[in-house]
């Protein structure tokens, strides 16, 4: 950044320091019926979302699911990305209403 004559950043936020915030903000995405859960994973519904893609310019039929990841079969549209995974044994995580795990 230094390079590029950037200033440095005044806050550098951690994501660990608001979970709490995010939590909450992910249970107002579920009680709006834009997100759904799938055991103790939490997923963005992307087509609740009409804008969505808007800012890339590209429309939801064009992806090419699997093009670059495996589809998760569990997932209502390949496109729809996950706001919250169930943690794995050994991963740190925080409680939750869904469940032990992180946000993604």
Do not use: T
Not at 23 to 29: A, G, L, T
Not at 47 to 71: H, I, T
């Amino acid at each position: 950044m230094y390079y590029l004559n950037c200033l440095p950043p005044s806050v550098e936020p951690r994501v660990s320091d608001h979970m709490p915030q995010i939590i909450v903000m992910i249970e107002q995405i579920l009680a709006n019926n834009c997100a759904y859960r799938v055991d103790c994973d939490v997923y963005f519904s992307v087509e609740k979302f009409p804008a969505y893609g808007c800012l890339s310019g590209r429309k939801l039929e064009d992806n090419q699911a699997g093009e670059w990841v495996a589809v998760d079969l569990r997932k209502q549209n390949p496109a729809d990305f996950a706001l919250w995974k169930s943690a794995k044994v050994g991963e740190p995580f925080w409680e939750s209403p869904f469940g032990p795990g992180m946000r993604n």
